[in-house]
């Protein structure tokens, strides 16, 4: 008989909002080691996978389908099947990518869609979220990400932000860094603890 203590390993998917495709051959700076490697944390498992969206043909638009060519559909199917959510965004004049609000603007969809108990499609799974930048901000924009997550139905854990803000008019990035800041080191920890989720850097 198969032990029912253990449960099934939890699936994350963390949704990469950089502006570069990866065919850029560019290392993007946000959430590239946000999302879940297989670990053991207690007795939470969790497997996840990155999606760069840049990568994606995401139509404009507030539905599901926006017909042909549209990819959204797929990626929104990704999203359903995961438990924990990761959306990393990079800072751009103060707000989330462009490339960030046109999937939470294709999300907007959840409001009207439900499951077979009337629950919004969201129900019942956590966002956390990711933001670097070279400029302030980052509370700005955690603050427009955490109410459109809420407002399409997904749960917030607290202190489920992790972020790095570089020196103003700087040119290092997240990426450049040799090690991350033992103040980023504790924000992610907590992050992950709260969401039951992993990362690399904790």
């Not at 700076?29 to 969206?53: H, N, Y």
């Not at 995961?82 to 294709?106: F, H, N, Y």
């Not at 509370?139 to 459109?148: G, I, K, N, T």
């Not at 990035?173 to 980023?184: A, C, I, N, S, V």
């Amino acid at each position: 008989m198969a032990d029912q203590s253990i449960s099934p390993p939890l699936r994350a998917i963390a949704l990469n909002s950089t502006l570069k495709a990866s065919s850029s051959g560019e290392i993007s700076s946000t959430a590239e080691d946000a999302a879940a490697r297989p670990r053991r944390d207690g007795a939470a498992r969790v497997k996840g996978e990155i999606v760069r969206l840049a990568d994606h043909a995401i139509r404009p638009g507030v539905t599901s389908d926006e017909g042909e060519g549209d990819e959204w559909l797929a990626l929104r199917e990704r999203i359903l099947a995961a438990d924990i959510l990761i959306l990393g965004t990079p800072i751009w004049l103060g707000q989330p990518s462009s490339v960030c609000k046109r999937a939470l603007e294709r999300m907007d969809a959840f409001l009207s869609e439900t499951d077979d108990k009337g629950r919004m499609v969201s129900y019942g799974r956590v966002a956390a979220i990711a933001v670097v930048g070279n400029e302030d901000g980052a509370h700005h924009v955690s603050a427009e990400l955490y109410q459109a997550l809420n407002d399409v139905g997904f749960s917030l854990a607290p202190n489920a932000v992790a972020y790095w803000v570089g020196e103003a008019m700087g040119t290092v990035d997240f990426r450049d860094l040799k090690q991350t800041p033992e103040d980023g080191r504790r924000t992610r920890s907590r992050c992950c603890r709260a969401t039951r989720c992993i990362s690399p850097g904790c």
